[in-house]
């Protein structure tokens, strides 16, 4: 099972380029996963804009979930996932082709507006693993129920929290 860090007129999206450079290959066994669909395409050159801008040291693989159109970036690994059946079912198929057991998942219309601090995504990717968290929420809202004592950043949701089954669930920067 994967585990999830949770915490956009001749459109040049139509190419069908599905390349990962190897110098992207995870060495922290994480890859970083956009949730998008083609209805969505014109979101994705802004969402990459910013991404790359806001993230350019970003160590890990690079996974945009489509239904049938590429991205044409060789640091973007377009998985086209076919016809849309509905969101659960496209996910989990696209999980399936990341071979990281650790996937950042990003929506396409969540853009990044400051720059990614690598090193600390890293350090709670490394708290994730040694308290064996299923998920890291990257965001704030809402926050955790209860802070760990040993981490003023981590806090933990509960299951039985209303805010627990979402994609971004179990753990929540404090």
Same mark, same amino acid.
């Given at each position: 099972m994967k585990r999830a860090l949770a915490a956009e007129a %001749?459109?040049?999206l139509r190419s069908t380029q599905d390349y990962q450079p190897a110098e992207k290959?995870?060495?922290d066994d994480v890859a970083v996963a956009i949730s998008s669909c083609d209805k969505y395409l014109d979101l994705w050159i802004p969402f990459f804009t910013l991404f790359f801008l806001y993230w350019p040291d970003c160590p890990y693989p690079v996974n945009l979930i489509t239904n049938f159109e590429a991205y044409p970036d060789a640091r973007v690994r377009s998985l086209r996932m076919g016809k849309d059946? %509905?969101?659960s079912f496209i996910f989990a198929g696209a999980l399936r082709q990341i071979r990281e057991p650790l996937v950042l998942v990003?929506?396409?219309d969540y853009l990044l507006d400051?720059?990614?601090d690598t090193q600390?995504?890293?350090r709670l990717v490394d708290y994730m693993r040694s308290k064996g968290a299923a998920c890291i929420r990257l965001l704030r809202v809402p926050g955790p129920d209860l802070l760990c004592a040993d981490n003023a950043q981590v806090g933990e949701?509960?299951?039985a929290s209303s805010t627990a089954c979402?994609?971004?669930l179990r753990y929540g920067i404090g």
């Open positions: %001749n459109s040049p290959r995870s060495n059946k %509905n969101w990003m929506m396409e400051r720059p990614v600390r995504i890293r949701i509960r299951k979402r994609c971004r």
